[in-house]
């Protein structure tokens, strides 16, 4: 787990504004996801990269953006479409078919 | 795609009291079922994972059943503490060359001292 980091530990969005947020890893894990948990919760996935400049949609893209430019980063963009967007935001990178392990998560909320 | 429902949504046991939470998933594809532990406000951590072609496994305290047929997995706490107080919450995946997870809505576990 120490081996993903997430930046900002809490961020705010003023309304009509795009927010990125960081997501590292030093594990040489192939694939990383995006989740956001609102509270009382599941994990709903955002979105998802298998391999460096690639990836995919989930279940809740809409309003999200992202970028797979290096194997260890994986940036999410909170665009301004995203109309509800106050959540806890969640990083995971997995090795194969190996588990996913998390970061320790964006607190999001809106101005 | 896969969907997974988890029930209870909210337990509370007694400091060693045994607690068992359970999850259902309607594709039968699925072969991969992590449990995870997140505490509040804190990154969801794997606390045991079985595999479709076992059906049971345990770790100390922790357990998880799986019942193919029937599509559902357990996950069984033994001897509980106080500090196994927090939200649990099973996924199911299909994974061939990676694993795209289904999360359950998870389950809120309260040990009294």
């Known amino acids: 787990d120490g081996g993903i980091t997430q930046s900002p530990k809490y961020l705010f969005r003023k309304e009509g504004q795009n927010v990125t947020l960081s997501c590292e890893q030093n594990l040489n894990h192939d694939a990383m996801y995006w989740y956001r948990q609102d509270p009382g919760q599941g994990l709903r996935l955002i979105y998802y990269?298998?391999?460096?400049?690639?990836?995919q949609k989930g279940d809740i893209a809409e309003g999200y953006s992202v970028s797979r430019e290096k194997k260890e980063s994986f940036p999410l963009t909170v665009t301004s479409a995203q109309k509800n967007p106050t959540a806890f935001y969640l990083c995971a990178s997995s090795i194969g078919t190996e588990t996913q392990y998390f970061g320790p998560g964006t607190r999001l909320l809106v101005l | 795609g896969e969907n997974v429902e988890q029930h209870p949504s909210t337990l509370s046991v007694q400091e060693g009291d045994s607690a068992v939470i359970k999850c259902t998933y309607s594709d039968s594809a699925s072969n991969y079922f992590p449990w995870y532990k997140q505490e509040l406000g804190k990154r969801p951590q794997l606390i045991i994972d079985i595999r479709s072609n076992v059906g049971e496994k345990k770790d100390q305290r922790i357990a998880v059943t799986l019942n193919k047929t029937a599509k559902h997995f357990s996950l069984h706490i033994t001897e509980t503490q106080p500090e196994d107080s927090a939200v649990y919450f099973c996924?199911?995946?299909?994974?061939?060359?990676?694993?795209?997870?289904?999360f359950g809505s998870g389950t809120k576990l309260n040990v009294k001292p």
């Open positions: 996924a199911a995946s299909i994974g061939y060359n990676f694993n795209k997870f289904y």
């Open positions: 990269s298998q391999i460096v400049n690639d990836f």
